[in-house]
């Protein structure tokens, strides 16, 4: 077996999140804070609590993700018609007037992209609880690609500022934002603050071989 | 320890080393970039977020897309859309959308200038090194792009329905965009971290 690689935490090193400057870990100062000597920011070795804290927004985010679907995300008021639509209403329009491409943008970025890192989040969190040894390399990659991804899902949002904002013909045509957009930038931004709040080092401690030993000491 | 490095996605350490112009350095382990060498970083940034601040001044002051139905023109800027959010009792969505295109955008751009120049001149004010920080904070927030996307998207939908005029502010817009990328992309944080060492 080859040697343990050296990581900052058993060298007694400290990476600062925000400047990415080692310094030395206090060895008595569990429960002190300690703050970067360059940048100010609070040190931790790791993300503090981190999977409690991303599992409280995957739950809060798969509670909203309900809302933001099932009610409508605009209104449209017509010559006295009114017509509501969802996100999915709104993606089946595109696709039936042909319009394919932007259909595609539309159900990636608001429908598969969230749940995918809803998914891909409580998947990453189970395996570090397991402690799984299953492809570290990969399971980093899927946390990178959660992280990337998050912020596309906000263009929906984008969609309504901007038919709100032009179609406000009065009794000809007015759009109005409806209930399920306050929801659904709920999830965008819960989601966000989830992928922000894993560590994916937490990946490559189940690598470590006197793993359970420090954990106790 | 100067020369050590942690990978911040596996905190494995590494030796740094120098890197040819334009290299990348990884993590042997798990792949994340741990640094590149940026050519004339603080300069490039500088002209760069110099020109995305006049652009930004553009894209907000002037009209964005104006939308014909027969007689009747709704002329809009980039900030109509918050407003009408706002009016309509939706100020949780206003807000977001007006941090996220708005402010935070606009708190990115001056706070580099405020950092960067400085830098530049060699002066060291007061708690500099918390600002930079705070200003690298809000980078996730800054959603132009998607905005950009949002825009190509609403116009795909009422094309159908009634013409649709860009403005001055689209294209300062769109300009914005790949400015912003250019400058993300030239900016080196760790040269502006090792600079502002108060230590050193």
Known sequence: MKPAPLTAMRASLVSCHSCHLLCKAAPAAQGLSMSCPRCGAQLHSRKPNSIARTWALIIAAFIFYLPANVLPITTVISLGKVQSDTIMSGVIYFVKSGSWPIALVIFVASVFVPLLKLFLLTFLLISVQRKSQWRPKDRTRLYRITEAVGRWSMVDIYVVTILVALVKLGSLATIEAGPGAIFFAGVVIITMFAAMSFDPRLIWDAQEPNDERRKQS | ?200
Not at chain 2, 114 to 136: H, I, N
Not at chain 2, 170 to 197: G, K
């Open chain 2, 1 to 200: 320890m100067k020369s050590l490095i942690a990978c911040h996605e596996c905190d494995l350490l590494h030796q740094s080393q120098p890197l040819p112009p334009g290299g990348t350095a990884r993590c042997i382990r798990c792949g994340a970039v741990l640094y590149r060498r940026k050519q004339n970083s603080l300069d490039r940034v500088l002209a760069l977020t110099v020109a995305g601040l006049i652009l930004f001044i553009v894209a907000n002051a002037f009209p964005f897309l104006t939308f014909r139905l027969e007689a009747q023109i709704q002329e809009t800027n980039l900030i109509t859309g918050v407003i009408e959010l706002y009016r309509q009792g939706m100020w949780i969505i206003a807000g977001v959308v007006l941090l996220t295109t708005v402010v935070l955008p606009f708190l990115e751009l001056t706070g580099t200038l405020f950092v960067l120049v400085p830098l530049k001149m060699r002066w060291r004010p007061w708690k500099l090194a918390l600002f930079f920080r705070t200003v690298r904070s809000f980078r996730p927030w800054g959603m132009m792009e998607v905005f950009m996307i949002g825009i190509l998207v609403a116009a795909v939908k009422l094309v159908k329905m009634a013409n649709i005029i860009p403005g001055i502010a689209l294209y300062a817009f769109m300009i914005l965009i790949f400015i912003l990328a250019a400058s993300a992309a030239a900016l080196d944080p760790h040269i502006v971290w090792q600079t502002l060492d108060k230590r050193s």
